[in-house]
């Protein structure tokens, strides 16, 4: 049985995710940091429902203890199946933005990827079989005022996306990047209202968890073999 990480696996978006992908048979490893309680819920659930998945907690930008997590998950075999989706933001417009603000989102939106995917490579590669999939966000794209931190993140994990999908591509290892907009949610029920959303988003809604989901899915399974460094928005018209 193939396996899955998807890290930030208990938020709203990565719990979706993690349901999504159960459907293509893999074990999942559901991912948290400071809500493993979270995690395991919905490692649980998946189990109840027919599926395999377990529940690990560690801090994407702790790059020691991200190894070892990592290392003790690889004693069993490769993880063929990535799905970076942990994320942070800490908002403030950059001229009243602190070091501590700026490095810390960067921290966990890119040096994170970093620290979670390297280890995972050479493992993926032996098996000549591999999708890697980063959720990214429209503001790495158009940008967003206040978030100078998080879309610079955001941007240079499109970079690295792309320079990884070549160095991948004769080894069977795909790399897509996911570019969601506004998705529902507890992110962003106190940032957008329905006004806001309606005069921001052509499509006058905000997106479901599950519609990112099933974008990833596809991604993810053996239909998308040559869709590779792709950054793939999601955003209902917004660019």
Known sequence: MKRALVTGGSGDIGAAICHELTQQGLHIIVHGNRNLARAESIAVDIIANGGSAEAVAFDVADTEKTTAVLNGLLEKGAIQVLVNNAGYHDDAPMAGMTATQWKEVVDVCLNGFFNVTQPLLLPMMQTRWG????????????????????????????????????????????????????????MI??????EMIKQTVPMKRAGQPEEVASLVSFLASDSAGYISGQIISINGAMC
């Open 131 to 186: 999708r890697i999939v980063n959720v990214s966000s429209v503001a790495g794209i158009m940008g967003n005022r206040g978030q100078a931190n998080y879309a610079a993140a955001k941007a240079g994990l499109h970079g690295a996306s792309k320079t990884l999908a070549l160095e991948l591509a004769s080894r069977g290892v795909t790399v897509n990047t996911v570019a969601p907009g506004i998705i529902a949610g507890r």
């Open 189 to 194: 029920e106190d940032v957008f209202p329905e």
